[in-house]
T-cell receptor, first 113, second 112 residues
Framework: NAGVTQTPKFQVLKTGQSMTLQCAQD?????MSWYRQDPGMGLRLIHY???????DQGEVPNGYNVSRSTTEDFPLRLLSAAPSQTSVYFC????????????FGSGTRLTVV | EDKVVQSPLSLVVHEGDTVTLNCSYE??????LLWYKQEKKAPTFLFML????IEKKSGRLSSILDKKELFSILNITATQTGDSAVYLC????????????FGEGTQLTVNP
């Protein structure tokens, strides 16, 4: 049981480049989310999805796009990378509802130069 | 807007000490509060507290929820160096659906 798998683990981008962070889960979880973690800021929600075909914005969505074509996959796209997007990104999934916690992936450390 | 404040932000103790980590929150129509432990990588789930489950215990770790005063504490007794980590508190309210709002975290360092 792989859980939540994120790729890549590390990435360096130049300002203005685009890229996609991949997230896949094999637990048949309906809910998936993307968070970024910065020093002193905790985890902040970027985008989330409550099921295939349904996505919504979180707290800090600007500069990021998501899609959810299947239950398993929830990629995060950086459209035009900026140094302010240097962060650690976590994907998480949950069965949904109030009684379930989230399972997190191992994270992607992104540096934009 | 949901809000979570954790204190202290960092804490250094010696092995064997007992520590108490604090989490206060503001959330519309509270549903649950979760504690996570984060070492070098992904946060790992510790406890979930709800209106029907205000106290949880697992080994040396325990947590309580005070819904009236809007806070939770995480206690760790007989600390070990392996307890060194960032401890994250998150809340979920009815209007936020399944989304979690996290606090900044408490960095705990346990020295031998």
């Amino acid at each position: 049981n792989a859980g939540v798998t994120q790729t890549p683990k590390f990435q360096v981008l130049k300002t203005g480049q685009s890229m996609t962070l991949q997230c896949a889960q094999d637990m048949n979880h309906e809910y998936m989310s993307w968070y970024r973690q910065d020093p002193g800021m905790g985890l902040r929600l970027i985008h989330y999805s409550v099921g295939a075909g349904i996505t919504d914005q979180g707290e800090v969505p600007n500069g990021y796009n998501v899609s959810r074509s299947t239950t398993e996959d929830f990629p995060l796209r950086l459209l035009s990378a900026a140094p302010s997007q240097t962060s650690v990104y976590f994907c998480a999934s949950s069965l949904g509802g109030y009684l379930y916690g989230y399972t997190f992936g191992s994270g992607t450390r992104l540096t934009v130069v | 807007e949901d809000k979570v404040v954790q204190s202290p932000l960092s804490l250094v103790v010696h092995e064997g000490d007992t520590v108490t980590l604090n989490c206060s929150y503001e959330v519309t129509n509270f549903r649950s509060l979760l504690w996570y432990k984060q070492e070098k990588k992904a946060p790992t789930f510790l406890f979930m507290l709800t209106s029907s489950g205000i106290e949880k215990k697992s080994g040396r770790l325990s947590s309580i929820l005070d819904k009236k005063e809007l806070f939770s504490i995480l206690n760790i007794t007989a600390t070990q160096t392996g307890d060194s980590a960032v401890y994250l508190c998150a809340v979920r309210g009815e209007t936020s659906g399944s989304r979690l709002t996290f606090g900044e975290g408490t960095q705990l360092t346990v020295n031998p």
